[in-house]
């Protein structure tokens, strides 16, 4: 895996980690996770978190652990992110338990929208938003995305499909 580190001004985007299984762990198992394919029993988050670990290895590039710079505790994972049986390259975000309104998605989101442009060469991206997640609707109308239909995904039943600025617009 050859994943850089990214420096936002209060975050640090980096590899995810076997220390990040615990707080993932914690999370998967609350109802928070609920929008995003949990709650989880923690087997099944550890097969999750290799999944995200092995998404660089297949793909290239995939979602970032994300640490608060100032205290270095894990926020949660976000960037970009092409599992199989996805309709297009998205940007995903998934903050953990207690981290939640304090604009980590958005300013991680950006940074890894802007390293999905300019270093993976995308031209546009998507997220995906959980029917009823507004917490993540409003993240990605933070980021400039706009809501373009409604998806049938096959795991997770409707998704609203968000579409982000074109590479050339933001």
């Known amino acids: 895996m050859n994943a850089p580190t990214l420096h936002t001004e209060r975050l640090t985007l980096r590899p995810l980690a076997l220390s990040d299984f615990e707080p ?43 640490d608060e710079t100032a205290t270095g505790k894990f926020v949660g994972m976000v960037g970009p992110w092409y599992p199989h049986a996805w309709p297009e390259e998205e940007l995903g975000w998934d903050l953990m338990n207690g981290f939640e309104g304090r604009g980590y998605a958005t300013e991680a989101g950006l940074a890894t929208r802007n390293y999905a442009y300019k270093t ?51």
């Open 24 to 66: 993932l762990a914690e999370f998967y198992e609350s109802d928070r996770s609920r929008f995003v394919g949990g709650p989880k029993r923690p087997d099944e988050t550890w097969r999750a978190l290799a999944s995200e670990i092995g998404h660089w290895t297949l793909r290239g590039y995939g979602r970032f652990g994300v």
């Open 120 to 170: 993976l060469g995308w031209k546009t991206a998507i997220s995906l938003v959980a029917e009823g997640n507004e917490g993540s609707a409003n993240v990605a109308k933070r980021m400039g995305a706009t809501w373009e239909r409604t998806l049938d995904h096959p795991a997770f039943g409707a998704m609203n499909v968000y579409r982000h600025l074109s590479a050339e617009a933001a």
